[in-house]
């Protein structure tokens, strides 16, 4: 986007523009904030956002302090050009509690088929708490104090209980073994410090360049 396909933007009285920050890939909502024309220039030529503290009436940019950044893939605006949608790739939370997104308190829950996909990232968030504080007694505690080599071996048994359901055409049998693969595959990526959403990203790649 250019300085001149910028102009159509209507900032409000302070100069200023809504912005509903989403997640590039799972197309989460991540926090909704504001920029001015500035910040709005600054998160174009970065590729990472930058917003206008009302409170603090200054520039701030995301993850400056916590490391939490956030690259932009996307931008677009509304039918009005009175709001923006900015879709990320998050680097962290970004929320300051440390939830992946602010809007973390239900109100009303989605159905469990709609709200089903979800479960990944509420997954990872718990591997990473976990990992943190270590309980005990906790099955994702031994897996990281037993290492990386016990990680990969309970990926490959449940690879092979995958297996074998599919040629048991067992299909149950293959729901439970596959959701034992996903986890054990989510806390080896968490044990190496590879992020899921890098993973997604280079499935996107791929997709991208057959399509």
Known sequence: MTKNEMQPIQFDAQGLIPVVVQ???????????????????????????????????????????????????????????????????????????????????????????????????????????????MPEGAYTTYLFEKGVDKIGKKIGEEATEVVIAAKNRDAEELQWEAADLLYHLLVLLQEQKVNLYDVLEVLQKRHESKS
């Not at 920029?35 to 940019?61: A, C, D, P």
């Not at 996307?74 to 962290?92: F, H, M, N, W, Y």
């Open 23 to 133: 997640h590039a890939q799972t197309k989460e909502v991540l926090t909704v904030a504001y920029m001015n024309r500035q910040s709005l220039e600054k998160t174009i030529e970065t590729k990472e956002t930058w917003f206008y503290s009302r409170s603090r009436r200054e520039l701030w940019h995301k993850g400056a302090t916590s490391g939490n950044t956030q690259q932009v893939v996307a931008i677009r605006t509304d039918c009005d050009s009175d709001a923006l949608v900015v879709e990320v790739l998050p680097k962290g939370p970004a929320c300051h509690t440390g939830k992946d997104t602010c809007f973390h308190n239900v109100i009303v829950a989605p159905s469990e088929t709609v709200g089903s996909f979800g479960i990944l990232s509420d997954l990872v968030e718990v591997i990473q708490q976990r990992e943190k504080s």
